[in-house]
Structures are given as structure tokens and as C-alpha cells.
């Protein structure tokens, strides 16, 4: 028997699961997606095959309008299959597919990234093309807590700052991107797709220890479980308390009055104002109008350098990030401009 | 040759060790030591030797007064062994040592808390008593950058948020603690000792796989250090950081008009006052009043409980902590006791 079709046909437990998600759309993050066109990245794996049929139960309440995207990476000897199973969910949830096939192994070559990098790069490039042509508002991936507690344990081991430690934020305006499941269990994925009896396709190449995510995944995670079963739970947690802090710093940006030159693609902002605030709070902000700049991830080294320069008054100093980025330190102004 | 006595005989790379120490407690910490009395604790062990030696060429620049004290827990066989060097190393150093044994395994079974517990808090008892019998104004530990990283990721796996999550403070002045290295790698300190030609006692019981600590030491720590040789370097950096939020949220608190009985042990604040802050600084606030009523580690899940409710304003409200302490929320103000 194939999965039911309606919200209410669902058993009660499968029904709450896609309430939850909803009211973490709604609640926690504040998201209104009445009248939106959502765009689902689906592999056919079980996290994006449940985020598909959590969402097509929620679509009639929430008044969102579902198209789902399949990218064939051309890496698997299932990668067929794995697009024929997609065609006929989309098909049995009555929702259009579209699909692209990608050399990822040629483009990978091509760049000189990694597999990973080189597929992942491809894969948005390819969302934001079929979010452009279909007019589509948002892009929804199946990104749930496990990746979350991976993600952060990554970001520790890599020497992230906070609130950027505590892991990949749930919605990115600037990439039109949605991560529903960010606080759900990947464990309850699972659990809700057998609750509804709905299948998936099993992909293993999540498996590779050559990748750091793998490794964490396999070696890492397991441990930290063994020694705090509610772990996952600290991690959501952690993560809410990172949302918070995000907000209260990006509130203080918002009293700064910040010049913005759209010819140039350059901030300024008043030293007097700066210097008025507390060093946590400036670094903040350089970090909040360098994001805002250009790709290109900011270091915390360089913005703790450029907070002793602010703070010293050294007018005439330069701080450079990656991405072109760079900070000039004026007489009463602090300047951020891209170099392209 | 035994090392030298004074800062301008040693090798110029050992004189920078200790004057980096210095410029740690001075700059970074802002602490002022001139004619403080300071007491060591002493195990012999490789950090705790290097931390003396560094005190004791500084003492005559930092015009600081030197004591140490050594406990021998009982444990091992080779405590008679370590408190004679310690005893043979303070004379050689011109300073008094404190000594004391403790029947630790007696008072774990007593207390029914584990060895590592109950030595740890058997310990610092005695250094309390030490520092109170001897009139000396702090306690001065050998905690290192690779201490630090192992509490960061212990503060991790137990669920700790920010800036708690970082690690363990540099100066504790409830606890009359300063730990001068703890921005130090730990391999310094062994170098350093041979750099001046010391020598100490290898303690084989820091490797014990029974305690969460020895296996993030031995198992978790040597992973990240494989996948970013800086990752020391970057834990040091996010208490850094951390630091400047713990600064930053305390200003906020000296500007609200908490109320404070001595008899009751009791804070109030008002709720307007509250309500005006953004949730993220409110959590803080809950956190340093609680930390100031009496011991008892402070959990992030009631934190939020208590902005719920304060956010609510649901008057009658009551949240509890560990250590017998509790949040009441009243009509116009909140007010933090602790029930004994």
C-alpha cells in the first residue's frame, strides 16, 4: 500500500512529526511561506525523500507550491536508478522533477577542487538555475541534526568563531535556502518514513573516510554519543543559543550608521561609533558587513587583528580577508571594499 | 648544573617563556600582582614544575611573594618519591612548601563520588586552607592550551553553551584561582624545562581510559590535532573570544538595578528592565546572578525555561537549578534565591 496522500490519513505520530516541522518554519524561525514555491533538493536517500513527503502533507496548510530537482552526478552505478525512483515519487506526489545529469569527476578535474567540493558546487549552481527559471522563492534541503552536530563539530575542528560555531544556520536569505529538518533527528527521518510506508534509496558513498565529514561522522560523533546520549539535543540547543547571539549582534549593526556605496561595493562606518562599543560587539560587525561583501570566509585572526588597529586608532592600517576582501582603517572612518 | 636562579642567567628563549607568562596575566588578564602572595600547587609533574621555575624568575620583576603546596593522594606508589622531589625542588627555589596527605580513596568511598572527584575536591580544600592559614592571596594552577582544548571539547560533549563552551577561566576570583599558562601549549612547558636544564616526575596516572578526560586526551584531542595542526592555536582564539562575550554580557548587568538581601542570599531584578534587553543578554544575566548565589552548575535547558516564562510574563512562575537554587517569577520582578 503506498503512503497516504493527506495529513490526516497520516498515523498520529507521523502527523505530529510534520507539525513540528512546521511550527519550526514558522515559530522558531519566524517564516511566513504562504504563497511561496519551494524547490526540493531530493537525492532519493531518506532524508530528502521524508522532507518531500513531510512538506507535500504540510502543502495545503502552509499554501506552499512544491517542485522537487534531482541531480544524476554520474558517480554511482545506481545513479539510474536513483533518478527513476525520484520521477515516480514526484510522479505518485503529483509535483513536477527536474533533473540534470553533471560530470562531477570531469569537473572536479576541470576546477582541481575535490569530488566533494566540485558536486557540491555543481548541485547549487544547478538549484539556483531551476530556482531562477521556474520562479521558485526557496531552495529546501534535508539537512537535519546529525549534519548539524557533524557540521559543528567540524566548524570546533577547524577553528570557527561563534556564534558560527554552533553550525549551519536554518535559513540563508542570501542563498534563497531552507533547512526545515535542521533540529530533527536524523534517526526520526527514518522512523517517519517507515510510520507512512514510504521507501528510499540507500546511497553509501557517505561512507569514504577520505573526506573530513565522513570522518567525523564514523570516528567522532559515535563517541561523543557514548558519552552524552542526549548529545543531539545539547547540539540543538547550543544552536539556538548561537541564533540568539546572532540576532542580538546583528541588532546593534542596524543603530551604526553605515554608508553603503553600490559603485564601489563598499561600507563605511564611523570610527567614533565603533570605538563606542564593546570589542565583542565590533567584531561582529566587521564580520556581518564582510559576509555581506562578497563570498569568502572571513578568519577570526584577521578580525581580531583589525579590532587591536581599530582600537590602536592606526589610521593608514589594512587588513586583508579572503575573497578579495580587505578592511582600511581611515582617519574617522573604517572602510570595507572587495577588490576584484 | 642545576638551572639558574635568576631570569637574566637563562637562555634567551627560556627568558621569553616567562615573560610571556608575565604579559598574559598583565595585558591579557589586566591583573596586578605586585606584592601579592602567591601559592603553587605542586604535583612535580612536568606542568606544575615549569609553572614554579616561571613564577620564580618573575617573582622579583612582578614583586610577588612564592609558596607551594604539594598533596599526596595515597594512590600511588611512588607518592613518597614525588613529595621528596617537591620538598628537594622548593628548597633549591628558597621557597616554603605546604604538604598534606589525604587518604583519597577513603573519602571517595565515604563521599561515594568517584577517586578523580574526590581528589580534586580534597585537594583544593587543602589549598584553601593553605592560602587561608598563610594569608596568600590566590592559588596559582599549571593549566595549559592543552588542558584548555580537552575542557572545550569535554565542555562540548556535555552540553555546555557560550561562553561557558570555550573552557575553564584564566582568573576565578570567587575561587582566588589564576592559571598564568593556560594559553600555553603544553609541550612548552617540557621544553622549557629543558631549556634551564630541570628536571621533573612523570605521573602514569593522567592515562587512566575510566575518566572522560584521559580519553578525549588520548583518543578525541590527537584526532582534531590530525585534521588541523593549528587546532590548539584556535581553541586559544575562541576563548579569546569567548572572553570578550563574558566581559561584554557583564557590562549589561551592572546597568539593571539588581537588588540584593544578604540574609535571604537572594537577587531581585526588575522585569521591566528585563524585558527591555534582548533574550540573548537575559540568559546571561540569569546565569552570572545564579553563579553568584551559591555553587551548583547552572544548566542552559532551565536557562531557557526561565526566558520562556520571563518573556510570558507568567507571574507564579518557578524554575529550578542544582544546588538547591531557584528563579521566582513575580508580578514585577524576578527573583533568584537559594533554598539550603
Given at each position: 500500500?503506498?503512503?497516504?496522500?493527506?495529513?490526516?490519513?497520516?498515523?498520529?505520530?507521523?502527523?505530529?512529526?510534520?507539525?513540528?516541522?512546521?511550527?519550526?518554519?514558522?515559530?522558531?524561525?519566524?517564516?511566513?511561506?504562504?504563497?511561496?514555491?519551494?524547490l526540493?533538493a531530493?537525492?532519493?536517500?531518506?532524508?530528502?525523500?521524508?522532507?518531500?513527503?513531510?512538506?507535500?502533507?504540510?502543502?495545503?496548510?502552509?499554501?506552499?507550491?512544491?517542485l522537487a530537482a534531482?541531480v544524476?552526478?554520474?558517480?554511482?552505478?545506481?545513479?539510474?536508478?536513483?533518478?527513476?525512483?525520484?520521477?515516480?515519487?514526484?510522479?505518485?506526489?503529483?509535483?513536477p522533477?527536474h533533473e540534470a545529469?553533471?560530470?562531477?569527476?570531469?569537473?572536479?578535474?576541470?576546477?582541481?577542487?575535490?569530488?566533494?567540493?566540485?558536486?557540491?558546487?555543481?548541485?547549487?549552481d544547478f538549484f539556483q538555475t531551476v530556482l531562477a527559471e521556474q520562479?521558485a522563492?526557496?531552495l529546501?534541503?534535508?539537512?537535519?541534526?546529525?549534519?548539524?552536530?557533524?557540521?559543528?563539530?567540524?566548524?570546533?575542528?577547524?577553528?570557527?568563531?561563534?556564534?558560527?560555531?554552533?553550525?549551519?544556520?536554518?535559513?540563508?536569505?542570501?542563498?534563497?535556502?531552507?533547512?526545515?529538518?535542521?533540529?530533527?533527528?536524523?534517526?526520526?527521518?527514518?522512523?517517519?518514513?517507515?510510520?507512512?510506508?514510504?521507501?528510499?534509496?540507500?546511497?553509501?558513498?557517505?561512507?569514504?573516510?577520505?573526506?573530513?565529514?565522513?570522518?567525523?561522522?564514523?570516528?567522532?560523533?559515535?563517541?561523543?554519543?557514548?558519552?552524552?546520549?542526549?548529545?543531539?539535543?545539547?547540539?540543538?540547543?547550543?544552536?539556538?543559543?548561537?541564533?540568539?547571539?546572532?540576532?542580538?549582534?546583528?541588532?546593534?549593526?542596524?543603530?551604526?550608521?553605515?554608508?553603503?556605496?553600490?559603485?564601489?561595493?563598499?561600507?563605511?562606518?564611523?570610527?567614533?561609533?565603533?570605538?563606542?562599543?564593546?570589542?565583542?560587539?565590533?567584531?561582529?560587525?566587521?564580520?556581518?558587513?564582510?559576509?555581506?561583501?562578497?563570498?569568502?570566509?572571513?578568519?577570526?585572526?584577521?578580525?581580531?587583528?583589525?579590532?587591536?588597529?581599530?582600537?590602536?586608532?592606526?589610521?593608514?592600517?589594512?587588513?586583508?580577508?579572503?575573497?578579495?576582501?580587505?578592511?582600511?582603517?581611515?582617519?574617522?572612518?573604517?572602510?570595507?571594499?572587495?577588490?576584484?
Amino acid at each position: 500500500m503506498p503512503p497516504p496522500l493527506r495529513l490526516q490519513d497520516l498515523p498520529p505520530k507521523a502527523a505530529r512529526f510534520c507539525l513540528r516541522v512546521e511550527r519550526f518554519v514558522r515559530k522558531d524561525l519566524g517564516l511566513d511561506l504562504n504563497g511561496k514555491r519551494l524547490l526540493v533538493a531530493l537525492s532519493g536517500g531518506a532524508d530528502s525523500t521524508a522532507l518531500l513527503y513531510c512538506l507535500r502533507y504540510l502543502a495545503p496548510r502552509m499554501r506552499v507550491d512544491l517542485l522537487a530537482a534531482h541531480v544524476d552526478h554520474g558517480l554511482r552505478p545506481e545513479a539510474g536508478q536513483d533518478a527513476a525512483f525520484c520521477r515516480e515519487l514526484c510522479a505518485a506526489l503529483g509535483m513536477p522533477l527536474h533533473e540534470a545529469q553533471l560530470d562531477v569527476s570531469g569537473l572536479a578535474k576541470q576546477s582541481g577542487t575535490g569530488i566533494e567540493e566540485a558536486g557540491r558546487q555543481a548541485r547549487y549552481d544547478f538549484f539556483q538555475t531551476v530556482l531562477a527559471e521556474q520562479n521558485a522563492d526557496l531552495l529546501l534541503t534535508a539537512h537535519h541534526l546529525n549534519d548539524l552536530a557533524e557540521d559543528a563539530i567540524m566548524r570546533l575542528i577547524r577553528g570557527a568563531g561563534w556564534p558560527e560555531l554552533a553550525g549551519m544556520p536554518a535559513y540563508d536569505p542570501q542563498r534563497n535556502l531552507l533547512r526545515p529538518l535542521l533540529l530533527t533527528p536524523g534517526t526520526n527521518l527514518r522512523e517517519f518514513l517507515t510510520m507512512i510506508g514510504a521507501t528510499w534509496r540507500e546511497d553509501q558513498s557517505n561512507t569514504d573516510p577520505a573526506f573530513l565529514r565522513n570522518r567525523v561522522r564514523q570516528d567522532i560523533l559515535p563517541l561523543f554519543l557514548r558519552e552524552n546520549p542526549n548529545f543531539l539535543e545539547s547540539m540543538a540547543r547550543l544552536w539556538r543559543i548561537a541564533e540568539l547571539d546572532r540576532q542580538f549582534f546583528l541588532e546593534f549593526k542596524t543603530k551604526l550608521d553605515i554608508h553603503y556605496e553600490a559603485g564601489r561595493n563598499q561600507f563605511s562606518v564611523p570610527l567614533d561609533a565603533l570605538l563606542a562599543l564593546h570589542s565583542a560587539m565590533r567584531l561582529r560587525i566587521y564580520k556581518a558587513l564582510l559576509d555581506g561583501l562578497a563570498p569568502g570566509q572571513v578568519l577570526w585572526k584577521n578580525l581580531l587583528r583589525l579590532d587591536e588597529a581599530v582600537h590602536a586608532r592606526r589610521s593608514g592600517s589594512r587588513v586583508q580577508f579572503p575573497g578579495g576582501k580587505q578592511a582600511c582603517l581611515e582617519r574617522s572612518v573604517l572602510r570595507f571594499c572587495a577588490v576584484s
